[in-house]
């Protein structure tokens, strides 16, 4: 069997790879993408994550998907801490089980706390372990993990110059992409009109999507009413708010859609002119990769700050504006609204300055990173492991 040139062995006896994540899309989706390239190119793979993970569709069905105990450190508090490592020793357990059966040839974490007891099984039974992560600062899962792994993949450079030791071990590659993300880059960014229709959509995620709901409403209001006729609006509305957030949109007769989530996200970036949106790694990653204009309200209260600092990259690049969330108000946000709607020049230069920040390729140099660590090499007829 042949896929694009390369001679690979029959499935159910090419390596193995465990992914393991957890079970938020920031971490799923990176480690669904990297599953598609090293299907791509042969080997098999197995995710381990927590529950929340049998809620998404995609690569990983039920039965290719591990479950593991885990929790995450919710607090200091003693009692808060013990039942954390408890959990954590649990779900240990269970991954050294899985290792035992399973012998892998690498397992491959993207961040969360259910990432921790299969690459600690993994380290106990000598197989190789990566890392990665989407962040500009590495999370605390991660940070754990890092001393005790292989090899380190970041998404951005210079997360950990500041640490020769891990910086030796380190591969800045990007955040793997899913196919949808790939397809919607290919999309070309086309400026809004002077009258035509303005574009906008506003995503909060699982955590964020309440500060869109309170700002956003009363910044449209605040716009002038010339554009109101012209705003194509769509946004995330958690359920408990849509009923607010549409009594404003109908008052002033906005052109809208409301939904507690969008399952085609990618295609939905692709086709707006501007972007208002938390700052996870994941968004921060595909705003890059499709190159559209944002502005970026980082989650405040973060231990790392990982947002604050993943929004920093678009903003520094010139592809998006970074509002903390204390001047986040809608005086704010109608100002910069209509200075964008006011000049596409502007709209155009802020997407291809996203796009610098985009790595189309991400998926195929992690897997890269992988199968060298691994000690996995393709002859003619079949792979080998080192």
Do not use: C
Not at 234 to 248: C, G, K, N, S, Y
């Amino acid at each position: 069997m042949t896929v694009i040139g390369l001679k690979i062995a029959p499935m159910d006896t090419a390596p193995l790879i465990l992914l393991a994540a957890g079970g938020t899309g920031g971490h799923l989706f990176p480690a669904e993408a990297l599953g598609v390239e090293l299907i791509r190119r042969g080997l098999r793979v197995r995710l381990v994550t927590d529950s929340r993970a049998l809620r998404y569709s995609g690569l990983f069905s039920k039965d290719t998907i591990d479950v593991v105990p885990s929790e995450t450190v919710r607090s200091r508090t003693p009692w808060a801490l013990a039942y954390t490592g408890l959990m954590l020793a649990a779900g240990t357990g269970v991954a050294l089980n899985l290792m035992r059966r399973l012998k892998p040839a690498a397992v491959v974490g993207f961040g969360g706390y259910p990432t921790v007891p299969p690459l600690l099984a993994a380290r106990l039974y000598g197989i190789p372990g990566i890392i990665h992560d989407a962040n500009a600062v590495l999370g605390r899962a991660n940070r754990f993990l890092s001393r005790r792994v292989s090899a380190i993949a970041t998404s951005l450079p210079g997360v950990l110059d500041r640490d020769p030791q891990l910086s030796a071990r380190t591969t800045t590659v990007g955040t793997p992409l899913r196919p949808a993300v790939l397809a919607a880059a290919a999309v070309k960014f086309t400026p809004p009109e002077p009258t035509g229709p303005l574009r906008l959509l506003v995503v909060g995620g699982s955590q964020g999507a309440r500060v869109m709901a309170d700002i956003v409403p009363g910044a449209i209001e605040r716009l002038e009413p010339a554009l109101w006729s012209r705003l194509v609006l769509t946004q995330q509305v958690r359920e408990e708010d849509m009923a607010r957030v549409r009594a404003v949109y109908d008052r002033l007769k906005i052109k809208v859609e409301l939904a507690p989530f969008f399952s085609d996200l990618p295609a939905r970036l692709a086709s707006n002119h501007l972007v208002v949106s938390r700052s996870g790694a994941g968004t921060v990653a595909e705003l890059g990769a499709i190159g559209r204009p944002s502005i970026l309200v980082p989650l405040p209260g973060s231990i790392d700050q990982d947002q604050f600092a993943n929004a920093g990259v678009l903003a520094q690049a010139g592809g998006g504006l970074r509002i903390p969330q204390a001047e986040f108000t809608p005086d704010r946000l109608a100002a910069e609204i209509s200075a964008l709607a006011a000049e596409p020049a502007r709209l155009i230069a802020m997407a291809a300055a996203a796009r610098t920040v985009g790595r189309l390729d991400a998926a195929e140099r992690l897997a890269d990173l992988v199968m060298k660590t691994a000690g996995i090499q393709a002859g003619n007829d079949e792979f080998s492991v080192l």
